[in-house]
């Protein structure tokens, strides 16, 4: 497991690509990281914030 630091700019599609190279990862990210299923949802995906620490799988 990595820990990523969520930057300016970045969404979890764009941090998914750049751990996984494909998008169809990021419910692996959002079930690993339990506070994700408490924000708000935006084009499909739930919001981070610049900051956020998130575990990856």
Known sequence: ???????????????CRSYYGVAQE???II???NFLSKREVVNGLPQVFAGDVLIIP
């Open 1 to 15: 497991m990595t820990k990523h630091i969520v930057k300016a700019n970045e969404d979890l599609d764009i941090i």
């Open 26 to 28: 990021v419910y692996s």
């Open 31 to 33: 079930n690993a990281n």
